[in-house]
């Protein structure tokens, strides 16, 4: 357990990890590029080691320079090196969904699992697409959800209609695997797709090692067949996600905060954090090469979250200290996270003695002074680091199991301590 100091305006430019949406996305073309390929700045984080062990049970050659944030990787040529593999995923959704679409490229029998909240997390959209494409993937329990089983002979591609309103992760999986195709894949969505912007960062990936996306906004992909990923360098930018918690202390406190190295080009949806406080009354602004917030007085919003998910979690803490409610809405995909991420962040708002009211879909956030309190997280790295903020201007404020960031910021707690000073 942790407790978090009160602190008094503050004032700091910050540099964030590399973006785990990229790092990992990275991963998967580097596997399947022909050559090397050279990751610099990569988050080196419970998640993309996770990714990278799987790498290496397949067979890959892979280097990681911890002190330096750079990962090589010779890849395979879309030729998965190994015919039989039993990977652990942990709760890794990203790596789940990934590795199951890219493992049907293989010649053999290879199995995918997690721990127990990885198997309550849904994958059966993801194995009737791959299936539809001519493979042969189930769900070893039959629930829908792993561990997956992929009996694999390659892909023979074609056209499938797949939702999007659950995860994009589905549709990144299969954009990701499609260069190595037998014939076109086409994949069609056949509603609104949530979380756009991360498949956005899949096709600049992709369009980065050497493969073309064709596209009719986000109603229709197409990959032709016979592309192929070339290695190269590839330099990963700051994690989007992992600045909002930076804003966030800076709308809470009434400070200024800079990040560095992520600016107003970048695909990353959470950057939108930004355009969010400034609808709640910060100051912001923007460059090509940093984002910054300065606090100003907090009021509630009516907002839409559909394309930024993972920084609902950070709002909440501001919320708390805003004049009028703030209405979340359409981020029922939440839901399926490493926690029902609704639920959770209700039950600690309460707990500190906000008023949240819970609905399908989203949250109202009813403002008042939080009290102290002991934080559940949940084994959710989300919960950890934004529930983590109430504490810069509340006393008391203690995160229980404070480890569970590992999952994608390793030393978020050390680096939300220097702007103490």
């Known amino acids: 357990m942790i407790e978090i100091k009160p602190v008094d305006k503050i004032n700091a430019t910050v540099r964030i990890p590399g973006s785990k949406s990229y790092t990992n996305r990275a991963l998967i073309t580097a596997l399947l590029a022909n050559g090397e390929t050279v990751m610099k700045n990569a988050l080196l984080s419970e ?132 260069p190595y195709a037998s014939s076109d894949v086409r994949i069609i969505v056949s509603d609104d797709l949530a979380s756009k912007n991360y498949v956005d960062m899949t096709i600049d990936v992709m369009d980065r090692f050497g493969v073309d996306v064709e596209r009719d906004s986000y109603k229709e992909f197409t990959v032709r067949s016979g592309q192929e990923y070339k290695g190269c360098e590839y330099m990963v930018e700051p994690d989007a996600s992992g600045a909002s918690y930076f804003f966030a202390a800076a709308a809470i406190t009434g400070g200024k905060v800079r990040v560095e190295g992520l600016g107003d080009r970048s695909l990353q949806g959470d950057t939108k954090f930004v355009d969010i406080l400034g609808k709640m009354g910060c100051r912001t602004a923007k460059s090509q090469d940093w984002l910054e917030v300065e606090g100003g007085e907090l009021r509630g919003i009516d907002v839409d979250m559909n394309e930024t998910p993972d920084v609902v979690q950070t709002l909440a803490p501001v919320a708390a200290f805003a004049k009028g409610k703030t209405r979340i809405r359409n981020v029922k995909n939440l839901r399926y996270k490493e926690t029902d991420r609704i639920t959770a962040i209700v039950n600690e708002l309460k707990k500190v003695g906000v008023e949240a009211i819970e609905f399908e879909d989203g949250i109202e956030i009813v403002p008042s002074p939080p009290h102290s309190a002991e934080i559940s997280t949940y084994n959710d790295h989300r919960m950890a680091m934004s529930f983590s903020l109430l504490g810069l201007k509340t006393e008391g404020i203690r995160i229980k199991n404070p480890e569970c960031v590992e999952k994608t910021f390793p030393d978020f707690f050390e680096r939300l301590e220097k702007l103490y000073h």
């Open 47 to 178: 998640d993309t080691r996770v990714m990278i062990s799987c790498l290496g049970e397949l067979g890959i050659q892979v280097d990681v320079l911890t002190e330096e944030n750079t990962i090589r990787i010779k890849g395979c040529e879309g030729k998965i090196p190994v015919d039989r593999a039993s990977l652990f995923a942990r709760n890794a959704g990203t790596v789940v969904r990934f590795m199951t679409a890219a493992l049907t490229l293989g010649n053999g029998k290879y199995e995918i699992d997690g721990i127990e909240r990885m198997r309550q997390r849904p994958i059966q959209q993801l194995i009737d697409a791959l299936n539809h494409l001519g493979a042969d993937v189930g769900s070893k329990e039959g629930t829908g959800c792993p561990p997956v089983l992929i009996n694999a002979c390659g892909l023979r591609g074609g056209t499938v209609n797949i939702l999007g309103d659950i995860s994009s992760q589905y549709i990144s999986a299969i954009l990701l695997t499609a």
